[in-house]
């Protein structure tokens, strides 16, 4: 059942040499000081290691850093919160030209920026100093301090999305929130197979392959891995995990709300089985228990990463998937990396068992993910940022055609640029496109059949102008 292929995996972003952390985006300033020159930050994460680059654009969700020759972004939550903290007020300092000259709003921003974080006193200290810059501003400290407790009560506050700001999201059409889905996801829906070929199955093979699967699940993993696994089954997975019920009952939602999202954006029924019996899809609450499993069963190395896909040529193909921590930031993080990895699922058994082109397939999965989750999901945000500053700085993308395996993490952001505008630009052609490539055809000989002679180099120019005229800050 489990062939020695190499599985796709998801990695575990903040381990990545180059960090690219998922993010929501605002319209933000870039860090440059008072003389032109970008500022130099170093950035203590949360998992021991540390980034240091020089800050472009920067918000109050994350920061786009220049890390040797690559572009990273590295969203605030993941940082510990006194570097994170520093390294805000040493760009503001830079920007005003010096400490003395920060703001009333800066301190506010920063005193702020503490309190969402629980850092109460830095963060008084911060709003004490707003206040003597500015009087007025001793009513707006109340009401921070008035809503943060509330989302604490609620137990809905997430470091990355700040409860009072007065500030919105770019947005090149005027509304308040650039997402994906805002842009694309009209585009592609209720589109025909255009004759794809599939495998078909009978009833009897499906309840057997089933069977199979609980059978795999019980003896393999439940006796083998983790005692107390619960088995979740919906309609098109096989739900194994060891998260506590009050939190379990999320995963089979995501699992089907990703599967409905897959069927209707490329025309394939809701009610026809993609795989053969289910997608087994198997999640766990801490490390140790991904990575024996990885090993165990999979011979894969899973020490980077937060979840994979193993696929076989015969169309087997199954999820494992750990969660980070209890945080809400963490259950977001896994849904993200749940659905994108499920998504890669789908796409391969969508036709012939053939993977797409790794920056494609990296892009659909995180366009996906964003379609599926929508205020969880901040990839599509993440990647306005990084393209923006791609094109600001005149940096080259076309090293991203040239992977034969998944592009390291910081490329995802710009794959999925590259697929937003392709689909923008052209809803049909895209999944015209995506069918040819998965009978077979020659990547740059599917772009120009399907986008007037389009190739690499046309690629790359169209894409720079589309992001210039869409993400254009305000």
Sequence with gaps: MISPEEPRACPELNLFPFVVLLALCIAGPTARGDDGRMVRVALDLNNGGQITGLAGEYDDFRIVLKVGAQLATVEWHDVKTPSAYSARKKILESVRGSAHNLTAEDHFQLGYFLAVRNNRAAAVAEFRKAERRDPSFKNRIKTAWREIRRARERNDTRSREPIYSQRKAISSSGTARETASGIIGRTISGRTRHGLAYRTYSEEQHRQAVKAFKHFGETEVRTKIAPDLVLLETRHFLIWTDWPEAKRNLIPDWAEQLYNVMCDEFGFPRDDPIWL????????????????????????????????????????????????????????????????????????????????????????????????????????????????????????????????????????PICQSLVQYLIQRDGDAFVAMINDLKAGMDTEKALRKHYSGTNFNILDHSWRIWVKKTHARG
């Excluded at 997608?279 to 990885?294: G, M, S, T």
């Excluded at 964003?370 to 090293?399: F, W």
């Design 277 to 412: 019996g289910k997608c087994p899809l198997f999640c766990f609450k801490n490390k140790r228990r991904f990575e024996k499993f990885a090993k165990s069963i999979d011979g894969y190395d899973g020490t980077k990463a937060l979840g994979y896909t193993k696929t076989t040529s015969d169309g087997y193909v199954h999820v494992v998937l750990r969660r980070l921590g209890n945080r809400p930031e963490d259950i977001d993080k896994f849904a993200v990396t749940m659905v994108h990895e499920a998504s890669h699922a789908f796409m391969h058994n969508y036709g012939p068992p053939k993977n797409l082109p790794p920056w494609l397939n990296e892009g659909l999965a995180d366009y996906i993910a964003e379609r599926v989750l929508d205020d969880r999901c901040p990839t599509g945000e993440n990647a306005v940022a990084l393209a923006r500053q791609y094109v600001a700085q005149k940096k080259s993308i076309r090293e991203v055609f040239t992977f034969q395996t998944s592009p390291p993490g910081h490329w995802y």
